[in-house]
């Protein structure tokens, strides 16, 4: 019965994960356009000792659930919310990252940032200026910005000053997080192909709360039960060895 207290070990550990990936996303819920993730498990075959070959539970990795979360108008101008399989691509002190908070705001040098002072780059991968003394900020849906000048008996134009780049990343499922909702892509970005956004909105996380509270109660049950099996099977192998002891005694 070793091979049973094994798998139910192991039943534990991979519990253990689920547990923390589940509470990861709840204290997330309200994280501006966090992404849920999911662990990946799979069995692991061998032999312990002698007897037939035993399944162990193996974590694999964890992938990241794509679903758009629902868009919020904020009214605030310098808010976008993206709409499609795109990021935005900024530049971090530990190089190009990639995002879809869409919080963004001027530098105190006149630069277009992230909410944690990361540059947000254009198309080309160039930094976005935003003079200071420019008119109110308009953000089309192919990411260009733009203010008007001119009224008054004056022609009025607008001026362009720059585009943000939408980016598709390779393996969107498997992506590397690297906090604050930035992640790593694995291989070269491509420009995002339609995909839009929103002015004056923001994307909310796609976790869903009730859904995430129900697979937490079923966490905590399956660990219990995995556990009254191996504190079973420990009191088992207990008593085994005391009535062997017992037997040499006499």
Do not use: C
Not at 89 to 106: A, I
Not at 116 to 128: K, W
Not at 168 to 184: H, M, S
Not at 201 to 221: F, T, Y
């Amino acid at each position: 019965m070793e091979n049973a207290l094994y798998v139910a070990l192991s039943q534990q550990m991979a519990l253990r994960r689920m547990l923390d990936v589940t509470a990861n996303n709840i204290a997330n819920m309200n994280t501006t356009a966090y992404r849920a993730e999911r662990p990946v498990f799979d069995d692991y075959v061998t032999r312990v000792s002698q007897g037939d070959p035993t399944a162990f539970v193996v974590d694999r990795a964890t992938y990241t659930d794509l679903r758009e979360g629902t868009v919020s108008v904020t009214g605030n101008p310098l808010d976008i919310a993206i709409r499609g399989d795109a990021w935005l691509q900024v530049e971090t002190p530990g190089g190009v990252r990639y995002t879809r908070d869409g919080r963004l705001q001027r530098s105190q040098d006149g630069m277009l940032v992230t909410v944690d002072g990361h540059n947000v780059l254009d198309a080309d991968g160039n930094t976005v200026e935003v003079p200071e003394d420019v008119g109110p900020i308009s953000i089309g849906a192919d990411g260009t910005l733009s203010y008007m000048v001119g009224g008054q008996g004056e022609q009025i134009q607008s001026v362009e000053l720059g585009r943000i780049g939408l980016f598709t990343l390779p393996n969107p499922a498997g992506l590397q997080r690297d906090g604050n909702g930035l992640v790593k892509a694995e291989g070269e970005a491509l420009p995002a192909v339609g995909a839009s956004i929103v002015q004056g909105a923001l994307e909310g996380s796609n976790v869903q709360p009730i859904m995430e509270m129900v697979r937490l109660i079923d966490i905590n049950r399956a660990y219990a039960l995995a556990s009254n099996m191996t504190d079973s099977e420990n009191r088992r192998q207990s008593n085994a060895i005391d009535k062997l002891g017992g037997t040499a005694s006499a």
